[in-house]
């Protein structure tokens, strides 16, 4: 039976599986989520792709390292980036990763 589920740091719901079909080791975007670095951004779930999304605080929608449809390879995970979905060290890494000072 699908029920709704509340995507994190969002104010979306979504229809989704039962949260028992992913107990560990099992990874889910909803349900079982590991602990990356973009855990704090907003979920946002791509119909068209059919995967979930990471928005971060610039605005743009990265992949998000649970979702089931990367993970398995059915979805390459290209975006617009902007570097948020990388670990960088610096603040200055992340400008030169963006080609200046922004």
Do not use: W
């Amino acid at each position: 039976m699908m029920k709704y589920a509340d995507l994190e740091n969002s104010a979306i719901k979504l229809l989704a599986h039962e949260p028992d079909e992913c107990k560990d080791p099992n990874v889910c975007s909803i349900h079982n989520r590991t602990n990356h670095h973009m855990r704090g951004f907003k979920q946002f779930y791509r119909f068209d792709r059919e995967i979930m999304e990471r928005i971060c605080s610039h605005g743009v929608g990265h992949p998000d390292p649970d979702d089931y449809n990367v993970l398995q390879g059915n979805d390459k995970g290209v975006h617009g980036c902007d570097g948020c979905c990388f670990r960088f060290a610096t603040e200055e890494e992340y400008n030169l990763f963006n080609g200046g000072n922004d």
